[in-house]
């Protein structure tokens, strides 16, 4: 067993999480998703059917958890609202042809799907609310939030949503679409 930060731990993530942690490291950044967000990520995105879509705003953590997870023939797409972070990661998926890189409003990765998961590691802006990310989602379809407040998720009419803690201060919330 290993605990949280040790070198351990660290040597054991896929080495383009370990990339991505390590340039938002040397930009003083951090907001990036822990290993247990993304160890959860990467398990519902192998999960998930179809393509993926990470509307992270950082520096890529959350986008290589969700790579690690997808099959082969599947497809990634990510948005940055930074164009400063966005230039700065590219880097790091020059080598995987599966993934898209757009740098804008989160709503212009939406018109890329239908999506089988849409991570969403930050509160939504105005311009993303529930119902354009569940119209994004195939019947099925998973979202899932870190940092997100609990309304109007849980209770939305179209989702079948649950709070799942990762540990006594930190809770994902993972919803499907019902229909």
């Given at each position: 067993?290993?605990?949280?930060?040790?070198r351990?731990?660290?040597?054991e993530?896929?080495?383009?999480?370990?990339?991505?942690?390590?340039?938002?490291?040397?930009?003083?950044f951090?907001?990036?998703c822990?290993?247990?967000v993304?160890?959860?990520l990467?398990?519902?995105?192998?999960?998930?059917?179809?393509?993926?879509?990470?509307?992270g705003?950082?520096?890529g953590?959350?986008?290589?958890?969700?790579l690690?997870?997808?099959?082969?023939?599947?497809?990634?797409?990510?948005v940055?609202?930074?164009?400063?972070?966005?230039?700065?990661?590219?880097?790091?998926?020059?080598?995987?042809a599966?993934?898209?890189?757009?740098?804008?409003?989160?709503?212009?990765?939406l018109?890329?799907?239908?999506?089988?998961?849409?991570?969403?590691?930050?509160?939504?802006e105005?311009?993303?609310?529930?119902?354009?990310?569940?119209?994004?989602l195939h019947?099925?379809g998973?979202v899932?939030?870190?940092?997100?407040?609990?309304?109007?998720?849980l209770?939305?009419p179209?989702?079948?949503?649950s709070?799942?803690?990762?540990?006594?201060?930190?809770?994902?919330?993972?919803?499907?679409?019902?229909?």
């Open positions: 067993m290993t605990t949280r930060g040790n351990r731990e660290r040597s993530l896929p080495l383009v999480v370990a990339l991505a942690q390590r340039l938002a490291f040397l930009h003083g951090e907001e990036s822990d290993a247990r993304g160890r959860v990467r398990t519902f995105t192998a999960l998930a059917r179809g393509k993926a879509l990470d509307l705003t950082g520096f953590v959350s986008a290589a958890w969700m690690d997870g997808l099959g082969s023939g599947r497809r990634l797409v990510r940055d609202v930074e164009p400063e972070r966005h230039e700065r990661v590219q880097s790091l998926f020059v080598p995987y599966n993934v898209t890189l757009l740098c804008g409003a989160r709503r212009d990765g018109a890329h799907g239908p999506f089988g998961i849409v991570f969403l590691g930050a509160e939504p105005q311009d993303v609310g529930p119902d354009a990310l569940i119209d994004a019947v099925g998973l899932v939030l870190d940092r997100a407040r609990r309304c109007p998720w209770r939305h179209r989702l079948a949503a709070e799942v803690a990762l540990s006594d201060d930190h809770a994902l919330i993972v919803a499907t679409r019902a229909w």
